[in-house]
C-alpha cells in the first residue's frame, strides 16, 4: 500500500476534517482515505454508456431507415509476390 504527505493543508480544513472524522466515529486518517476513495469511485463510474448517452442525445431527432445494399462477393486478395 501507498502512502502520500499533504503538506500546506488549512487549519480549517483540517479542523474540519477532524470533527467530520470524529462525527463517523473514524480517525482522521481513515477519514482521509474514505473520502479519497469514494472521489476515485466517482470518477471512474460512468452514469451511463456512450451508447446510452448517444441515443437519448439524438432520439428527439427520430429514427431513420437505412438501405443496406446487397451482399456481394468477396474479391479476391491482393497477391503479395
Not at 6 to 12: G, K
Not at 16 to 29: D, K, P, T, V, W
Request: proline letters at 9%; hydrophobic letters at 35%; glycine letters at 8%.
Amino acid at each position: 500500500m501507498g502512502s502520500i504527505t499533504v503538506r500546506n493543508l488549512d487549519d480549517a480544513v483540517k479542523k474540519g476534517l477532524r470533527m467530520r472524522a470524529a462525527e463517523n466515529g473514524h480517525s482522521m486518517e481513515e477519514e482521509v482515505r474514505i473520502i479519497l476513495r469514494e472521489a476515485v469511485q466517482q470518477d471512474r463510474v460512468p452514469e451511463k454508456g456512450l451508447g446510452t448517452a448517444l441515443h437519448e442525445l439524438f432520439k428527439p431527432l427520430g429514427g431513420v431507415e437505412l438501405e443496406l445494399p446487397p451482399r456481394e462477393p468477396m474479391r479476391e486478395p491482393f497477391p503479395l509476390d
